[in-house]
């Protein structure tokens, strides 16, 4: 039997066996099913909506002298929690600031995230005794270290809204239509990390990457459970890729969106057995957003099995209306008047069901709840961006750069 260990011999001789989830998924498909000596990695991944995300940011605003520790303090508007310490006349402010924090309805702790990661300048406001501090400063200013207090949920839930009327609500970007008009659902599926950690090697002090930047695992994340895990991690901000986070505005305000990759040691039959599940084969719990209680069951198969990956742009359908509905209402302002920013989209497909042109098309799929045909109308997550990320991890291991 192979074991972590010598699995990290091969990688630093770059003589690992090592495949993508994704790659893996497709093999058992196709009828070509690996032993466990043909393969010794398999990495996996998962992006969206994490609001259990946090960073602990260490900000220099002013000369030593200048104040003895802060009141209050905020970046690029959004309020940041000063301390717990208080750094005393030394110009520092340590604070955390969470994802879900907001600055207003458009911009909040997960915008601020990836700008920050991105290099883009950041201004800091403190007061302190009635004294106000405001500097311009970078990442390279910054000690900053995420923190996720829960993430990467084996499975999620599929939201409905019973009710007449509509509902505003973190799981829609326009508020949840009634009379089960529309169905929200989050998660990755099959390629999920967790979801493929059969030997659970997912646990505290296990290597990760948080947003592409190299972190560790803590342990369990709140709310955690047998049935649902999750995991709590950690990642230094000046590692991260900023295309692998990003802020999501929905209809209940701005809302993070994190990524986690992670890479499976395959050491024996079992642990390969553990990365062969389908989405079909993955329980997708339906529940109304109200009582969030599960009132049926559907599949990740729902979600992602023969459905899109992309949004199709139909530019001549557009009817250059005076004010564009998918633009206003896209919560990762990806749009513009038929066209769309790659690099920002992430195929939620808020814009399908809000154009009335019908520019942009995607088939999305639907859920059944108990006999009720659901389409779904937005995605939290996004495949795209998690098989992504799996790829670079299969990268950095194939280089040497990365050991279990």
Not at 230 to 257: Q, R, V, W, Y
Not at 288 to 311: E, F, K, L, Q
Not at 317 to 324: A, R
């Amino acid at each position: 039997m192979k074991t972590k260990d010598s699995i990290n011999a091969l990688i630093k001789e770059r003589k690992a066996k090592v495949y993508t989830a994704s790659e893996i998924k497709e093999m058992v498909r196709c009828g070509r099913i690996p032993s466990a000596d043909e393969v010794d990695v398999v990495t996996c991944g998962t992006f969206g909506v994490m609001s259990g995300t946090m960073a602990v940011i260490s900000v220099p605003v002013a000369g030593p002298g200048s104040f003895e520790r802060a009141d209050t303090i905020r970046l690029n508007g959004v309020p940041g929690i000063p301390g717990p310490c208080p750094n005393e006349n030394l110009g520092i402010v340590d604070c955390v600031v969470y994802g879900t924090s907001r600055r207003d309805g458009r911009y909040g702790g997960g915008h601020l995230f990836r700008d920050i990661v991105n290099g883009n300048p950041i201004v800091a406001e403190v007061t302190s005794r009635g004294k106000e501090f405001r500097k311009e400063l970078t990442i390279a200013d910054m000690h900053a270290r995420m923190i996720t207090t829960r993430g990467a949920f084996r499975n999620y839930t599929a939201f409905f809204n019973r009710d007449s009327g509509s509902r505003d609500t973190i799981f829609s970007v326009t508020g949840m239509k009634g009379s089960m008009k529309e169905a929200s659902v989050s998660g990755c599926g099959e390629i999920n990390p967790i979801q493929n950690d059969h030997a659970h090697y997912l646990r505290e002090g296990a290597p990760i990457l948080i947003n592409g930047g190299r972190g560790i695992i803590l342990g369990p994340g709140t709310r955690s459970s047998a049935a649902r895990p999750n995991i709590s991690a950690a990642a230094d901000m000046k590692n991260m890729k900023a295309d692998l986070m990003g802020g999501f505005i929905t209809s209940a305000g701005p809302e993070c969106m994190t990524s986690f990759t992670a890479a499976m040691p395959i050491t024996d039959r079992a642990s390969l057995d553990g990365v062969f599940v389908l989405d079909d084969s993955i329980e997708l719990p339906v529940a109304d957003i109200h009582t969030r209680v599960p009132a049926a069951s559907a599949s990740y198969g729902d979600v992602w099995t023969g459905t899109s990956r992309n949004i199709t742009v139909n530019a001549e359908m557009c009817m250059n209306c005076s004010s564009c509905r998918p633009m206003e209402v896209c919560p990762t302002e990806a749009l513009r008047p038929a066209r769309i920013n790659i690099g920002m989209c992430v195929v939620c497909g808020s814009c399908v069901s809000s154009c009335a042109g019908g520019v942009f098309s995607a088939d999305l799929g639907h859920i059944n709840c108990n006999g009720t045909k659901i389409p779904i109308t937005l995605r939290q997550s996004d495949r795209n961006r998690a098989e992504r990320s799996a790829e670079d991890l299969k990268r950095m291991i194939e280089e040497g750069k990365w050991c279990l």
